[in-house]
């Protein structure tokens, strides 16, 4: 099974909402990552978790929040968003962080912001 | 940075056949990574390489690792609709940094398009 789930499927919040993004994965994976996709663009890395703990944040605004309460979630919280955070969100999961583990992705959250 | 040159950037074909398409870098990279994504879904991992010079089937697909290792293809035989979607190809290499290796380096995207 390599299935990592994400919801919701589809979110529209306006600019003073504050909603959350989830995603969950039940391989055993260590690592989980979020990634920001605009349209026909190869998926952009936000931000990489290892055993819960935060191992990269690109420089991705504070407006965007990640939180890992444990090893098979991971949460994505926003608040504040601009009309170009519009895009799709993906997670993924990889059994550890190294040349050897391939990413899976889930179905991704499509975010509108107007 | 590092960067990968996937080409071409689109394809448009008739069912039954052959898609070839390919992924190039100044830089070496020590895994190769194939992944279809269908529109409004996530990126599904094809075929994953990790050693230069090997070749790895998965049906109808089969990708290669460059001998360079600057370089992998994929190709697609006997194409049938449900090919459609965006192809992308992604490298990982060694990473200086405390979590070294976990980063993907993506292409742009190969969009393929089969006609019935």
């Known amino acids: 099974d390599t299935e990592v789930t994400q919801t919701p499927k589809h979110l529209v919040m306006g600019m003073t909402n504050k909603k959350s993004l989830k995603c969950e994965q039940h391989m055993g994976h260590r690592a989980m990552y979020w990634y920001k996709q605009k349209a026909k663009k190869p998926p952009e890395l936000m931000f990489v978790y290892s055993y819960e703990k935060l191992s990269i944040n690109e420089s991705v605004p504070s407006r965007f929040s990640p939180e890992c309460p444990n090893s098979s979630l991971l949460n994505l919280h926003l608040h504040a968003l601009q009309p170009e955070d519009s895009a799709l969100y993906l997670c993924?999961?990889?059994?550890?962080?190294?040349?050897?583990?391939?990413?899976?992705f889930g179905p991704g959250t499509r975010l509108t912001v107007t | 940075g590092q960067q990968l040159n996937q080409s071409p950037q689109s394809m448009f074909i008739q069912e039954g056949e052959d898609v070839s398409m390919n992924c190039t870098s100044s830089?070496?990279?020590?895994?190769w990574l194939w992944y279809k994504q269908d529109p409004g879904e996530g990126p599904v991992l094809l075929i994953a390489?990790?050693?230069?010079?090997e070749l790895t089937s998965n049906g109808r697909l089969t990708a290669q690792f460059g001998i360079t290792r600057k370089d992998s293809f994929l190709n697609i035989s006997a194409s049938i609709p449900s090919d459609v979607g965006i192809y992308f190809c992604?490298?990982?290499?060694?990473?200086?940094?405390?979590?070294?290796?976990?980063?993907?380096?993506f292409g742009e995207g190969t969009q393929l398009t089969v006609n019935p």
């Open positions: 992604a490298g990982q290499a060694t990473w200086m940094a405390e979590t070294s290796g976990s980063r993907l380096t």
């Open positions: 830089s070496i990279f020590n895994t």
């Open positions: 390489l990790y050693k230069a010079g």
């Open positions: 993924a999961s990889s059994l550890g962080l190294g040349l050897r583990y391939e990413q899976y």
